[in-house]
Nanobody
Framework: QVQLVESGGGSVQAGGSLRLSCAASGYTSRYNHMGWFRQAPGKEREGVAAIETRGGDTYYADSVKGRFTISQDNAKNTVYLQMNSLKPEDTAMYYC????????????????????WGQGTQVTVSS
């Protein structure tokens, strides 16, 4: 059974940092892409960052470029999202997702491309 479990969320003040982790059952290499998405109350889910698990290419939403970093540790079957310089507008539920099949680069942050989802971890940034 495929399972993705997020951890690392919490409450921080603006300017602070958090690191989210996504532990995947099985090898992360079974997924072509792993991604982080977020959804704030009343808003649509948006792609934040993604990584192509074999080649290591990464993709970021413009709103987080230069502040967030996605990485993977294949030995631990874990994907991380390092979030620095957090802003109140980063407040949301963050979800880890895995895509079983190949994704074109321009769709790497599209949630429709992802097959497997975690339960989410809440990130709250106060001003």
């Amino acid at each position: 059974q495929v399972q993705l479990v997020e951890s690392g969320g919490g409450s921080v003040q603006a300017g602070g940092s958090l690191r989210l982790s996504c532990a995947a059952s099985g090898y992360t290499s079974r997924y072509n892409h792993m991604g982080w998405f977020r959804q704030a109350p009343g808003k649509e889910r948006e792609g934040v960052a993604a990584i192509e698990t074999r080649g290591g290419d990464t993709y970021y939403a413009d709103s987080v470029k230069g502040r967030f970093t996605i990485s993977q540790d294949n030995a631990k079957n874990t994907v991380y999202l390092q979030m620095n310089s957090l802003k109140p507008e980063d407040t949301a539920m963050y979800y880890c997702a895995g895509a079983r099949y190949f994704i074109l680069s321009r769709y790497a942050l599209s949630d429709r491309q992802y097959n497997y989802w975690g339960q989410g971890t809440q990130v709250t940034v106060s001003s």
